[in-house]
């Protein structure tokens, strides 16, 4: 089974992910599908990797200028986002979790918002990360939030969970508004922060990968992981990745990918 990705506003190229043949993989195209069939695609998001630095931190001033337009002086804006520490980044972070809620229990703001200030408030969180990665680029199949649905973990799904990935990796998308682990360990933040969550739900979303990353070579965040008494090999408390699939002509898709910065359509071929 494999997916062919077509871009280009015409369609003009496409490239090929040979998916895993798994039984949760088999799920996850079940849900792809679905989404293929009733949501768009969220094509500013989808290419964000590939965008400059500059453009990233426009649109993250952008929309926490459009939330302070809403609440007045609710987030301190600043404009030397290249010179801020992680502590500034966690402050966005924060407030965009004061501001959304949780997937299942959004804010009153959040749920009565009207689409300028709740797009705002997404693009607070994934513009905080997008900056956060700078430079780890990545091609996203990312739909429209307000489209979309997650579904829960059964228990053998936790079993695919792996703690590394090669480039050219198609990776489960972290379906959660909060920071896993590793964010927690990165980000200098206690274990008992209020906005962790680990990954317990999926979506049709996933992430192609263009570098490598493995935590169990990171042995400061292993041994941060064994000083908060957390099993660093525990794969039911939704700690790690789940690989999808994987392209083989990497240097080529990359290629593609960054010259026709448009999804075209996703089609599932068994």
């Not at 500013?44 to 002086?73: D, M, P, V, W």
């Not at 924060?94 to 200030?117: D, H, M, V």
């Not at 979309?148 to 998308?173: M, N, V, W």
Request: some cysteine; overall charge negative; aromatic content about 16%.
């Amino acid at each position: 089974m494999h997916l062919t990705v077509v871009l280009g506003t015409q369609g003009e190229i496409s490239f090929d992910i040979s998916l895993n043949q798994t039984s949760f993989t088999e799920k996850w195209v079940s849900e792809l599908r679905w989404c293929l069939n009733n949501c768009d695609f969220n094509q500013g998001e989808a290419f964000t990797t590939f965008n400059s630095k500059h453009n990233i931190q426009n649109r993250l001033t952008a929309a926490c200028n459009t939330i302070n337009k809403y609440l007045k002086n609710f987030i301190e804006i600043r404009q030397n986002l290249d010179e801020q520490s992680q502590e500034y980044f966690n402050y966005l972070h924060q407030k965009f979790e004061s501001l959304s809620g949780e997937y299942s229990k959004p804010t009153r703001l959040f749920a009565i918002a009207n689409q300028e200030l709740k797009s705002a408030i997404r693009d607070l969180n994934f513009y905080v990360h997008a900056l956060e990665s700078f430079g780890k680029q990545s091609f996203y199949i990312s739909f429209n939030k307000d489209q979309y649905r997650r579904c829960g973990f059964s228990e053998e799904d936790y079993d695919y969970f792996q703690f590394e990935y090669e480039p050219g990796s198609l990776i489960l998308h972290y379906a959660e508004l909060g920071k896993n682990y590793y964010d927690l360990y990165k980000d200098g933040l206690d274990i008992d922060y209020q906005g962790f969550k680990n990954l317990h739900y999926y979506s049709g979303e996933a992430s192609l990968m263009f570098s490598s990353f493995s935590m169990t070579e990171n042995t400061h965040y292993m041994n941060w992981l064994q000083q908060n008494n957390i099993d660093p090999f525990d794969k039911s408390s939704g700690h790690g990745i789940i690989c999808l699939g994987k392209v083989l002509d990497l240097e080529s898709t990359y290629t593609k990918i960054a010259g026709n910065k448009h999804i075209k359509q996703i089609i599932i071929k068994d």
